[in-house]
Every structure is written in structure tokens, then in C-alpha cells.
């Protein structure tokens, strides 16, 4: 941990730059970062509840960036990553869990975690994720909105602030983009 | 999916977009306007609109949280030398039905901390998680003798929640019970302590609910600790309904379960709502045990129990022993009642009639000696005074702090005639205020650090964050806390210097502070921005700080200490540090201001300060509060009598403008707490137990506040030829131990606060036969045993202004020695044991010397002109030691020698700029006269070092390297005595809990 802030710093700061290199690296060092904050919210929050995806993702900028070093815009870039591997991380369990619940072998799955979590849930994560990639070829900045409001769990204001466009802005990429996909989940499923 | 182009999709956009601001009919006529002939286009943008309709909640939860829920893991065993956050495991002690126990190391104090897991079943449901670290939260906040302590609610770096908790060696009352039987009094003694547990647990609003035998833990000593507060909840449903046996559920051995159905109250049984009276209840089921041989309700199987617990009567104890007197069989007969409003209604009933009882029982036996016999006893009590020696240190109102020794005690008796006075005195004042009815009635409290080294903290406007001084190795730093999470950022890194004043800008965008570069008497204004930025820190202004921004962030408010002209001024200055006006001036000894830190409070509208205003009169320091008007300059004063109130930290006004928050001591009160003053004069503790709680800063909507809880552990040691190899601990607990003094008789005489005001205690070397040798309510400090082993002569403020004191030698036949305005101080005998050297303030803030007749009389003044403090006379009769200064601003502090014989002073030696010295800094010969020791800080770890009378340079005595010396002294030959221990400092976050 001690050299992390050090390296993730650095990493933001050439990512800035325009060194693609430097996401390559940076993606799994916050993707365990979030996975350590993700793992110790849920305890603090009640069942119900939305996790707050804003303080999360904060959380892990604070711990792993030393900010003294970066700009304020870091800050959105940085956000902008935490989005995508929020996503990265909820389709990976989304498809693990859904393997569990088509038969797949010895996870003990609770009665309540397979019938309800895996259906309604997961189900829809995995089809808006692939959606949302069609979407991304019609419409980036549409899609990078949904993958920080839905994924990432941050509010209109923040989604602006992320994107450098209005709050305005974002409210109607934001409805466009729930009526596309939910067609186009829609039209999937039946 | 059909492909469009980009010029068709941002046309279907912008239509679609438009569209839906308007109504079914408008929308109609608009697409047929706006897409014309185009039908791909149209249909498109139709199809959107309808599944638009259809999509309203769709995505609206963020998908967020399902995936975390896949990202817990289980703990796995734990071996020694593994480290958990700061605790090295040293060995597993302990498994079952509530999880893992080790004993392991605090790395960082140095103590041993038993830490416990939870179980993975139950940490597998968040609710009852959050409901278990609330308890354990509000169990923490519990400072009690007979409390085991719980010092962290935590978790590990990968989430696994534990505690940890002050580690007891000693055993069960379980395995007290199986090792033979228990006899009347020393089943009363241990009953006592239950209760007086539980009875400080229940005012804080906490049920224990699983009072038995395996909760009782009797250390080696005979002190009694219980352990698990509030626990129990954990292993319960939380609405039991139709449930009975609820604390049944637990997978346990059999053996287990019996146990716990045993002790469990008719309420518990049929899992309805329990209250503090469960306790009563199972506490009595102890009592009857521990004399009767087996408890009250038995049976074959634990529904068996239950039903005997609900519906039979328990057998009278007579039927198992003989001669149980009769007041004890009406005492558990009166906790066993199954209807609780016919039982003890209060547990702290019950302790009383235990303990009359037990004075009965002592008396028949005509044991009672004349003074008290304390055993350990006076273990267990914590806090204050280097806690606020470290407020000390931040310095300026050089003698108001004489008052503000502070203490607490374990004689319940006392202190619940105390407590129950001023409860009924604040209440009596918040009935006719309501300015502070319904703030923080109910509080929650969070400790935000867990190092013990947090000084200050203020939280920000919107409560999000929390800023905080820390203090460690001699070094302060400025960190930055995300309440929400546990991010904890360094923004100013650790340097040599003092911080102070901590204030989030009404914005929140900058955290304003008051700094004071090492060996520098002035403090400065700095900002610096609260997030992300790694802007280095501004100067504001070039006046003293810290200050106070106003609401509209244009202006800040301040108080200027004049030395010289020995005068405080209100400042009021643009945030730039432009248009600088005095707006108050007040002539010492009134003070504006406590100390640096104790900034004034701006109203809503920017009109007018309140601040915290130091009056002064026979009786001490005190505060009222002070209102300015900045345009008209209309001043006011609000009395807070009848409560005197000392040591203001900063004042924050509440959003109605009416209450107001501060920290600060009540006069004769134990410890600082956090009160809520109404504008009316009105007052109510928001705090109320043994921590000392400094500095207290409020959200914006003051639905919280944070604070610093300060805590002292000290424990004496006899350490031979000065060799810390070789010390050896005389005394366990959390104790508090000032003012050591050998006797001519081998004993150690010291100052404590352990009976419910600070008392005069001795004890043999080796830790056995403590004796308590004064009492009563006031303050009785610094005791010093006469040469021919007759007197002991110590300050006290009995008559009201501490004054010397003289005493036989077991304490009788207390005498007054001075009566002189406002005070005199740290005692010392001459070699001929007839006269008493003291030190004096004196009006207008000096400090001389003087000395007393034994008999009284007229003291004389024997210190040449400038500042003297602490004398001490050599062992062979010859010298007397003190700390001194010439008096002017910023001199420096030396360690000075006079003859006795001629008067004169004969050395004067320099000392290192590590060495603090203030009013009740300690000096003490060596045992061969040959120098005077004092205490050394450096790099944030104390030891004696010692001046040879030779004029050699200063030699380090003693080798600790950690933790702070509280007070030492030599026996005649060479046996060095020492209190040591830590003092911590936590933040904490106190929530409202109405709001």
C-alpha cells in the first residue's frame, strides 16, 4: 500500500496526458481498491439502501491518490475510470451468479439470492451492459452518462461534473437513454 | 437493432427530447410538424416515447450494490505475530458462540487489548451488524471501574468488524463459583460491583440483558469487571414475536444454553421488550447463586427453566445455607419479583441496599478501621489532567488552569449525591429554556480516531467532513476525515510546531487554522483548501490567530493577547487581513478569550459575536457569555450562575442562534464535557460521564458535532538504580497518580482522584494495603510527608481557594496553613520538619515562594524577585530547588538553588528547550541531593533527566521510550517510584440522535 498512491498518481497524471498505457495499469489497482471500500460499505449500509457509489468512489480516490500531486480535473478522470470498472465489476458477478443459478455446480445459492437477486438484478445488468455497448456506437457521451449514473451510481450533478456538460445536459441524454435500452431490452427478451 | 446514422440520431434526439415535455395531444401535432414525411424517422422517435412510458423506475437504482455484496469474504485464523490494523496477536484465548478472542498487543500504546471476531453467521446480516457496532459503539463510550473496557469498535483492512477491548487476567465468576463455595460478604462485595457496573451503564442508557456468571470476570486483586455491555442484542431477534427463549437461538453447547436461560428475566422468557430492569433481574439470579450453591430456576431442560423463570417462585437462599441474613434474602427476593414494576426500579437501589448491608455485616464483625481500606480499588479512573496540560501547553491564561484539576471517583455514594444534585440543578435551568429543549437529548456517539492522538477537530459545514491535529512524537500533522468512509487524508504532514483553532470556512472549501512555529509565541492565520487541491497553506494575516470567519466568509473574528499592556482585544478584520478594527478591549485578569483556541462565534447575520468571557473573583476563573453588536457596540453579558463554568474551548452558535455549543468544565466537576448553553444563561450537558471532552465544533444544521474525548491509563512502578530494565508495576487498571512522595515510613504518599474528588492516598512499595487518608468533596493535591514522619501538609481548596494544608499523618486533624488570595501550592517541609516552603500566586498572575510555620502564622516570601515555582527541599536539608524565571515576556525557565542556611540562591542551571515548563511542572532531588530531576520530552517520549549540582551538562536517568511520566520520586535509598501511562485523545462524533 505504501507505494500505491505514489504509482496510481503517477498513472492518472500520464493517463491526463494521453498515455493509454498508463489506464492499462491503472484499472486493476483501483478495481482492488473499490473492491476493498465496495466490501466494507456494504456492512455499514442498511439492506434497502442504496450504496452511496459517490463516497465509495472517494474513498478509494483519497486513499490512493496523493492529491496533492494531481489537478481538480484528475479528479473527474479519475471518476470516469472508477465508472467503468464499477461496471467491469457488476457484470463480472452479474455472470458469475447467473452460471450459478443455470446449474453451475457446488455455490451454495440461498433461496432468496437466486430467485429474486439473479433474476431481477443481475438479469438486467448483464443485458444493459450489452446494450449499452450498442448504444456506445451510436452515442458515446449517452452511454458514458448511463455507465456513471447506473453503474457508478453517481447523481445528475456529479455525471455533469465527470462529462464537463450541463446538469441539463445530462437529464436528457439520461432519458433518451433509459427509453433506448429498455426497447432494446425489451425487444431482446421477448 | 437497426444501424442509424449519426444524422438521424441526433434528429430523433432532438425531437424525442422535445416531445417529452409535451402533453399526448400537443406531441401529436408536434411529431407531425417535426418529422413530416419522414415514417422511419417518426416511428423511431413514437417507439422511443412509448418506451419511455414504460421505463420509468428502469435503471433507477444503481446496480452498485449487488455487486459488492459478492465481494465479502470470510476470516480465516489468525496466528501470533500476525497484525491486525495496529494489534500484533499474541494468542488466541478464547472461541465460541460470539466469535474469536485473542490477546494481542497495541502496537501504538503498548498495552495488551483482548480483540474479538465475530462470528461469520452473524456478520452476514448487515442489519444486526449496524445494530451490534452501535452497541458496542454506545459500550465503548462507558468509563467505569467495574466496565471492561472497550477501547475500538473496528474493522480489519478487508472488513472483518471486531472489538477491542481491555484485556482482564483473572477468572470467571463461573470458574470462582466451581473452585469452591462463596461466602456472604465476599459474594456482596462482588455483587456490589456488578451493580455499581450496571448502574453506570443504565444512566448511560445501556441494558447489559445477559448479566451470568461468565460475564463477571474477578481479577487476581479482587476488582470485578463485567464484560459484554450491550452485546447480547446481537444474538437476539429483533422482534421476537411469538417467539419465547429469544437468546435461545444461539448454536452454542447445551451446557451454554442452560446458562443463559438460567439468567434470563419473565420479559426475556417471553420475548417481549426488556428494559434496565432485566438487569436487576439476572443480577439478583447471581446473587442467589453465588450464595445458594445453584440457582433459583432449575430444570431439566431449558424449556423447563423458562417455565419455572415465569412461573414459580425460587426457593428461599435459607433453604440452602444457613444463616443468610434476612436483608439479603429481601434484597434478591426484591430483584426476583416477576412483575419488574414491583422490582428495583433502579439497579443503583439496589447497590445501595448491598452495600448497607455489607457496612452492616462489617460492623458486626467491628472490622471497620479508621481509614477506609481501599485494597486496588482506586484503579479504574481515568483522565484529565494531562489532558489538559496539553490544553495547557497551548497555553496564555498562565493561572486559571490551577483550578482545573479534575477528578472522579468510585465512591458511589458520593457521586450519585453529586450527579443527582447537579442533574436536578440543570434541569432546573432547562425547564424554563427553550433554546436548548430538544438538541441533542439523545446522542450517538462515534469515535472517529482510535490512536489516541487526535488534539483537535472541527467537522465541516455540511457534516461530510471532519478535520483533526494530531500529535505525535513531539510532532503535530493536519488530516483530513471523510465521515462516511473511513479516508483519512494527511493535508498538513508532521512537523515540529503547534496547531490550534481548527475551522471549516462556512463554504467548506478551506480549513482555516491557527499555527505557532516551534519556540514562536505568535500564532498565525493559515488556510488551506479542504479537498484535492495540494495547495500549500496561506497565511491570512499577520496578527494573532486562530480566528473565526464570519458567515458570509468575508471577515474573521479574533483575540489579541497583549502582554504588555496586559490586555485581550477583540479584532475583527477582513479575511485578507485588511480593515483591522478593535471591537472589545478588556484589561487582564477579565480575559476575552480562554486560550487560543476558545475562538468567538459570529450570529447568522454577520451583526453580532458571542464569545466565552473570563471573569474573575475570589472563587477563581470563571466564563460567562458575551455578546457584541458589531455596529452599535451594545455589549451584554450573559451569567451562566449558578453554574461556574472553566476552560471554554471555542463557542459555536446553534442555526436558531440561541443554543450554543462549547466545551468546558464545570467548577468542582470531574471533567470538561460538551454543554449547551441557551442565550437565557440556561445550561445541559450534551456529554456526561468520565472522559474529559475538549473543543467542540457543530454542522451547519446541528444535527452533529465532534469533539475530543481524552482518557488517562498511568500505573505506578518501583524501579531499582534507575534501571527501567528492572521496574517492576505495582498497581493494574487504569488508574490515575500525581504527586508522589517516599516516606520517612517506606510507604508511597500520592494524590488521586479515584474517591469522587481528588484525595490523599498512601500505599506500601510493593502495591498492597492502599489506605485512603483524606475525604470529603474537594480537591486535595500534592501531599509531602514531614521529615520526623508527624505531618503530612498538602493543597486543598476546602476553604474555597486552594490553600496548605496540614494533617497528622493518618490523615486526622486537618489544619489550615495560609489563607492568602487566590492561592498556594505544592507544599514542602524544611529538614527540621517546622516550617512549610510553598509556592504562591499572588495577585496580578506572579509566582513567588514562600514558607509557613507547621503551626501556621504569617507566611514570608523566600524567592528573590521574578518567577519561582515548585520548590523542593534536598534529602540532607541543605538546598531548595525551584523553576525560575525573571518575570519578563518570553524569559526563559532555569532551575535555580538556594541555600536553606543563608537564603541566597547559590546555581542556576539552563535547561533544554524540551523541557515544558509550567505551573505544576515537577522537580525532585535525587536521593543523594546530588541534582534535581525533571522530566524531558523529546521527540514526544518523556524521561528523567538530571542537573548535578557540579554544573555537569544534564544526564538522561531513565531509558523509556514510550509513554508519558505523570509524577516520581526517590526513596532514601536510591528506589525510584514513577506513575507512567497515556493519555488519549480521540475524536468523536456525536450525532443527534433526535433528528
Known sequence: MSETPQNVTQLLIGWGKGDKEALDQLLPLVYDELRRQAARYLRRERPGHTLQTTALIHEAYIRLVDQKRVQWQNRAHFFGIAAQLMRRILVDHARSRHRVKRGGSDVRVSLAEASLTVKARDLDVLAIDEALDHLAQVDERQAKVVELRFFSGLSVEETAEVLQISPATVKREWSMAKAWLHREISNDQS | ?995
Open chain 2, 1 to 995: 437493432m437497426t444501424r442509424v446514422s449519426l444524422q438521424q440520431w441526433q434528429q430523433a434526439k432532438e425531437i424525442f427530447t422535445e416531445a417529452l415535455q409535451l402533453s399526448d395531444a400537443a406531441q401529436k401535432e408536434f411529431l407531425d410538424r417535426a418529422c413530416g414525411e419522414d415514417t422511419a424517422l417518426r416511428n423511431e422517435v413514437e417507439s422511443l416515447l412509448n418506451s419511455y412510458q414504460h421505463a420509468a423506475s428502469f435503471m433507477e437504482v444503481p446496480a452498485v450494490e449487488s455487486a459488492a455484496e459478492s465481494l465479502l469474504n470470510e476470516t480465516s485464523q489468525l496466528t501470533p505475530g500476525q497484525r491486525i490494523k495496529h494489534y500484533e496477536i499474541v494468542e488466541q484465548i478464547g472461541e465460541g458462540g460470539m466469535g474469536e478472542v485473542y490477546l494481542a498487543r497495541d502496537t501504538i500504546l503498548g498495552r495488551r487489548v483482548a480483540l474479538k471476531f465475530l462470528p461469520g453467521y452473524l456478520r452476514s446480516d448487515p442489519d444486526r451488524l449496524r445494530r451490534f457496532q452501535q452497541e458496542a459503539r454506545a459500550a465503548s463510550t462507558l468509563s467505569h471501574p467495574n466496565v471492561c473496557v472497550i477501547h475500538e469498535v473496528g474493522e480489519t483492512d478487508d472488513g472483518h468488524p471486531f472489538i477491542t477491548m481491555e484485556y482482564i487476567e483473572g477468572r470467571t465468576l463461573r470458574e470462582r463459583m466451581n473452585s469452591g463455595s462463596i461466602a456472604v460478604n465476599e459474594a456482596l462485595e462482588i455483587s456490589v460491583q456488578v451493580a455499581e457496573a450496571l448502574s453506570a451503564a443504565h444512566e448511560a442508557g445501556i441494558v447489559h440483558r445477559d448479566i451470568k456468571p461468565e460475564n463477571i470476570m474477578i481479577r487476581k486483586d479482587g476488582y470485578v469487571k463485567v464484560l459484554d455491555f450491550g452485546l447480547a442484542k446481537l444474538t437476539e431477534h429483533r422482534k421476537p414475536t411469538g417467539m419465547t427463549m429469544s437468546t435461545l437461538i444461539m448454536p452454542s453447547s447445551p451446557g451454554a444454553v442452560m446458562g443463559t436461560a438460567a439468567y434470563m428475566s419473565p420479559e426475556q422468557a417471553r420475548g417481549v421488550d426488556v428494559d434496565a430492569r432485566t438487569d436487576v433481574w439476572s443480577l439478583g439470579v447471581v446473587i442467589y447463586e453465588m450464595i445458594a450453591g445453584e440457582p433459583p430456576f432449575v430444570g431439566e431442560t431449558p424449556t423447563d427453566v423458562v417455565v419455572a423463570i415465569v412461573d414459580r417462585e425460587p426457593a428461599a437462599i435459607a433453604e440452602h445455607l444457613e444463616n443468610v441474613p434476612e436483608e439479603l434474602e429481601r434484597i434478591v427476593r426484591k430483584a426476583l419479583r416477576k412483575d419488574q414494576t414491583l422490582r428495583y426500579q433502579f439497579v443503583k437501589e439496589m447497590a445501595i441496599d448491598l452495600r448497607a448491608l455489607q457496612k452492616d455485616l462489617e460492623i458486626d464483625r467491628s472490622t471497620a478501621p479508621r481509614s477506609r481500606e481501599i485494597g486496588s480499588r482506586q484503579a479504574g479512573v481515568r483522565k484529565t489532567r494531562a489532558a489538559f496540560e496539553r490544553t495547557n501547553r497551548i497555553r496564555s491564561l498562565g493561572v486559571g488552569r490551577s483550578k482545573s484539576l479534575a477528578f472522579v471517583g468510585i465512591a458511589i455514594a458520593v457521586l450519585a449525591v453529586i450527579s443527582i444534585t447537579l442533574f436536578g440543578l440543570y434541569k432546573w435551568k432547562t425547564a424554563k429554556s427553550p433554546a436548548i429543549v430538544g438538541r441533542f437529548q439523545r446522542i450517538n456517539v462515534t469515535k472517529l480516531t482510535t490512536n489516541g492522538s487526535a488534539i483537535y477537530a472541527a467537522i465541516s459545514p455540511d457534516g461530510k467532513y471532519v478535520s483533526y491535529i494530531k500529535s505525535e512524537g513531539g510532532k503535530e500533522s493536519l488530516w483530513l476525515r471523510q465521515i462516511s468512509t473511513t479516508a483519512n487524508v494527511e493535508i498538513i504532514s508532521a512537523k515540529d510546531g503547534h496547531y490550534a483553532g481548527l475551522m471549516f470556512a462556512p463554504d467548506g472549501n478551506f480549513i482555516y487554522y491557527g499555527y505557532a512555529a516551534p519556540a514562536d509565541e505568535v500564532w498565525q492565520i493559515y488556510k488551506v483548501p479542504t479537498l484535492g487541491v495540494g495547495a500549500t497553506p496561506v497565511r491570512v494575516n499577520p496578527e494573532e490567530g486562530p480566528a473565526s470567519i464570519s458567515r458570509d466568509g468575508k471577515r474573521m473574528a479574533f483575540v489579541r493577547f497583549d502582554r504588555t499592556k496586559r490586555a485581550d482585544f477583540l479584532k475583527v478584520a477582513n479575511v485578507d487581513g485588511s480593515n483591522e478594527q478593535i471591537v472589545a478591549t478588556r484589561s487582564w485578569p477579565e480575559r476575552l478569550s480562554y486560550d487560543i483556541s476558545a475562538t468567538p462565534a459570529w450570529t447568522n447575520n454577520d451583526q453580532t459575536l458571542t464569545l466565552a468571557m473570563i471573569n474573575n473573583d475570589t472563587a477563581g476563573f470563571y466564563f460567562n457569555l458575551y455578546e457584541i453588536d458589531l455596529d452599535s457596540r451594545a455589549e451584554k453579558t450573559i451569567p451562566l450562575a449558578p453554574l461556574r463554568f472553566e476552560q471554554p474551548s471555542r463557542i459555536t452558535l446553534l442555526p436558531d442562534g440561541n443554543g450554543i455549543v462549547t466545551s468546558g468544565k464545570v467548577q468542582g466537576a470531574s471533567f470538561a464535557q460538551v454543554w449547551l448553553l441557551g442565550r437565557d444563561g440556561s445550561a445541559r450537558s450534551i456529554t456526561n460521564d468520565l472522559s474529559d471532552y475538549r473543543d467542540a465544533g457543530v454542522t451547519d444544521d446541528a444535527a452533529a458535532l465532534v469533539t475530543i474525548q481524552n482518557q488517562t491509563l498511568a500505573n505506578l512502578f518501583v524501579v531499582q538504580n534507575n534501571d527501567v530494565r528492572n521496574q517492576k508495576q505495582i498497581t493494574f487498571g487504569l488508574g490515575r497518580y500525581f504527586d508522589l512522595n517516599w516516606t520517612p515510613d517506606n510507604k508511597i504518599v500520592y494524590a488521586s482522584d479515584a474517591s469522587g474528588s481528588a484525595d490523599i492516598f498512601e500505599i506500601n512499595s510493593d502495591g498492597t494495603g492502599a489506605r485512603q487518608l483524606t475525604s470529603g468533596v474537594k480537591r486535595n493535591y500534592a501531599p509531602s510527608v514531614s521529615p520526623d514522619n508527624r505531618y503530612i501538609v498538602f493543597h486543598s481548596n476546602r476553604s474555597g481557594t486552594f490553600q496548605i494544608w496540614r494533617t497528622d499523618r493518618d490523615g486526622g486533624n486537618p489544619v489550615q496553613l495560609t489563607n492568602t488570595t487566590p492561592e498556594c501550592n505544592w507544599p514542602t517541609f524544611s529538614p527540621d520538619s517546622k516550617s512549610v516552603f510553598f509556592q504562591h500566586f499572588e495577585p496580578g498572575n506572579s509566582v513567588s515562594l514562600w514558607k509557613v510555620s507547621v503551626d501556621g502564622g504569617t507566611p514570608s516570601r523566600v524567592s528573590p524577585p521574578g518567577t519561582a515555582l515548585r520548590p523542593v527541599v534536598s534529602p540532607d536539608g541543605k538546598w531548595l530547588g525551584f523553576w525560575q524565571n525573571d518575570g519578563a515576556a518570553n524569559s526563559k525557565w532555569r532551575l535555580a538553588v538556594m541555600s536553606l542556611e543563608t537564603e541566597k540562591i547559590v546555581n542556576r542551571f539552563d535547561v533544554s528547550p524540551t523541557v515544558h515548563v509550567q505551573w505544576d511542572t515537577q522537580l525532585r532531588w535525587t536521593f543523594d541531593s546530588r541534582g534535581l530531576a525533571y522530566v524531558d520530552t523529546r521527540s514526544g517520549v518523556q524521561n528523567l533527566w538530571v542537573q548535578l549540582l557540579d554544573g555537569s551538562p544534564p544526564k538522561q536517568l531513565t531509558s523509556f521510550n514510550e509513554t508519558d511520566i505523570f509524577s516520581y520520586d526517590w526513596s532514601r535509598t536510591g528506589t525510584l517510584v514513577i506513575s507512567r501511562g497515556v493519555i488519549t485523545g480521540d475524536v468523536v462524533l456525536i450525532a443527534d440522535a433526535g433528528k
